[in-house]
């Protein structure tokens, strides 16, 4: 008989108000460890404000949201990439000090990085393809490298938990393919628990092991072959969901996990 806690990621009876208004209503998930969970929905859905609470960033109104992790402060133990971000062209650090600070506060080394501390930088700038790039200057770097230089950022702290909102949006065919092999190395490699926000799920489809549909309160929590079955493509939307998602309730998608 085993004690081990079968979830990286839980959210029980969730609610979440701002005021008088409701934005996340009675929201309950398990997402397994070592395995990728995407979290889509419409726009206002709430997203962000789940996020917020998974970091410890906001507090439930009522319910809660618990990462399993190993080190007592769950804040040193989820890496989180935001939504892309420009590079202004006067700042001038390099790929290799931008995730270097990844391992300092990941790490709380107070910029004394030893041996092993550099080995975990280089592979952590590697894993995302970026080795040949490790002294360049991020303003000379595409959108989607800067985007990458932020997940390796984030992986430099060895994270329990990596949480990753939008990170493909607006990034180049090539930089999607190798967004993908770095997901695929850090949950194989580094037994990383994934939660990815995104509309576009094509660079990752054959990863997925769990989708959660969240419209203030969660639509649909299944595998990506359920949701697809309900006649969701798992592919690029430009501007959002299908339309047809958004008048869906509670109820027809719910079917598609029995």
């Given at each position: ?60 109104t ?21 939504q ?33 501390d550099?080995e ?99 639509l ?11 006649g ?27």
């Amino acid at each position: 008989m085993t004690n081990e806690i079968d979830w990286a990621i839980r959210a029980k009876e969730l609610t979440f108000t701002y005021g008088n208004d409701p934005v996340l209503d009675d929201v309950t998930f398990n997402i397994a460890p070592k395995t990728l969970c995407a979290l889509v929905g419409p726009n206002g859905s709430g997203k962000s404000t789940l996020v917020r609470c998974i970091t410890g960033l906001l507090s439930p109104t009522h319910g809660t949201a618990t990462v399993n992790c190993g080190h007592a402060n769950k804040h040193h133990s989820i890496g989180y990439v935001p939504q892309r971000h420009v590079v202004a062209d006067q700042f001038p650090v390099s790929v290799y000090e931008a995730v270097s600070s990844g391992r300092v506060l990941g790490q709380k080394k107070w910029f004394r990085l030893n041996a092993h501390d550099k080995e975990i930088i280089l592979h952590s700038i590697e894993s995302v393809g970026l080795g040949d790039h490790k002294d360049c200057r991020l303003n000379e770097l595409s959108g989607g490298q800067q985007q990458r230089v932020l997940i390796a950022k984030a992986l430099a702290g060895e994270p329990d938990v990596l949480i990753l909102d939008e990170p493909t949006a607006g990034v180049d065919a090539a930089s999607q393919e190798l967004f993908r092999e770095a997901i695929s190395h850090t949950i194989k490699e580094h037994s990383t628990t994934v939660l990815l926000i995104s509309h576009e799920l094509s660079a990752v489809a054959d990863l997925v092991d769990q989708i959660i549909v969240l419209k203030n309160k969660v639509l649909f929590d299944g595998t990506p072959h359920e949701l697809i079955e309900q006649g969701v493509s798992l592919g690029i939307h430009q501007h959002d969901l299908p339309v047809w998602l958004e008048g869906l309730n509670s109820d027809s998608l719910s079917k598609a996990a029995k």
